[in-house]
């Protein structure tokens, strides 16, 4: 088992940035891929980025690429999103995850089997 607790969200005005945090414990935090996503209210939760258990690959949604960068600290059993040049469309709340499995989708909410409460993120004009 596995517990995920996010932090870092928060009220900021567009072109802004924040940066999330996701502290893990339970099990040893290395051995999973982490995945952070976002649902928008009346919208399905959406992938935002990922990062692989081993080598640390990142992967990111088109939306998000260039603007977004997710890292993970094994060491402190957390992963990072830091987010820059915020867009109205940002808004959301965003949830971090984690999955067991050895060869995921990591694009794919099902894949992962843990999930954090979840922080707000709102991004003001």
């Known amino acids: 088992q596995v517990q995920l607790v996010e932090s870092g969200g928060g009220l900021v005005q567009a072109g802004g940035s924040l940066r999330l945090s996701c502290a893990g414990s339970?099990?040893?935090?290395?051995?999973?891929?982490m995945g952070w996503f976002r649902q928008a209210p009346g919208k399905e939760r959406e992938f935002v980025a990922a990062?692989?258990?081993?080598?640390?690959?990142?992967y990111y949604a088109d939306s998000v690429k260039g603007r977004f960068t997710v890292s993970r600290d094994n060491a402190k059993n957390t992963v990072y999103l830091q987010m820059n040049s915020l867009k109205l469309e940002d808004t959301a709340v965003y949830y971090c995850?984690?999955?067991?499995?050895?060869?995921?989708?990591?694009?794919?909410?099902?894949?992962?089997?843990?999930w954090g409460q979840g922080t707000q993120v709102t991004v003001s004009s």
């Open positions: 995850a984690a999955s067991s499995r050895r060869f995921i989708s990591v694009r794919t909410s099902n894949q992962y089997d843990y």
């Open positions: 339970g099990r040893t935090f290395s051995n999973y891929h």
């Open positions: 990062v692989t258990w081993t080598a640390g690959v990142p």
